[in-house]
């Protein structure tokens, strides 16, 4: 299963737009598609997670039940224009949905791993104020395959 945008290449660089209005952007969320999941994928999750030592795991973006059938998540669609049945839930920002890049300025350049998960379950069962412990705690046992796709912001 392979990830990818159209906004950034692996390791590259996220553009201005995608980054929260505090970094100079308009926390447009970034455009995803993915091909290859494998036979039995009922459903997706995907996070969005900074893991740079200074922001600790902070979550930009949860989302589950994307459909068996949905192959990317178009740029702006966080909130009204996520795939049908799809659930984003809270990010560490404190509100549902993406929340792009802001990291401290001079913290250096910090990674934003988006990781793709293929699911052998229609649905999660899962609360949307869940934090990143709880979403991968309820996807055990249920996921079939990862891909993962690094893009890096810094200010």
């Given amino acids: 299963?392979?990830?990818?945008?159209?906004?950034?290449?692996?390791?590259g660089k996220i553009p201005l737009p995608y980054v929260m209005p505090g970094a100079g952007g308009?926390?447009?969320?970034?455009?995803?598609?993915?091909?290859?999941?494998?036979?039995?994928?009922?459903?997706?999750?995907?996070?969005?997670?900074?893991?740079h030592p200074v922001a600790n795991n902070w979550v930009h973006w949860l989302?589950?039940?994307l459909p068996q059938d949905s192959t990317s998540i178009p740029e702006g669609a966080s909130g009204p224009k996520m795939p049908p049945g799809a659930t984003e839930l809270k990010n560490s920002f404190g509100a549902p949905g993406y929340g792009g890049p802001q990291p401290p300025r001079g913290s250096g350049d910090h990674p934003y791993v988006f990781t793709l998960y293929a699911?052998?379950?229609?649905?999660?069962?899962?609360?949307?104020?869940?934090?990143?412990?709880?979403f991968k705690k309820a996807l055990e046992g249920k996921t079939l395959a990862t891909a993962s796709l690094t893009g890096y912001f810094g200010r």
């Fill in 26 to 51: 308009q926390n447009i969320s970034v455009p995803l598609s993915w091909s290859g999941a494998p036979a039995g994928t009922r459903s997706f999750a995907m996070a969005m997670v900074d893991p």
């Fill in 63 to 65: 989302v589950v039940d």
């Fill in 119 to 134: 699911l052998s379950t229609p649905q999660v069962e899962i609360g949307r104020s869940a934090g990143l412990a709880a």
């Fill in 1 to 11: 299963m392979q990830i990818t945008s159209s906004a950034f290449a692996e390791g």
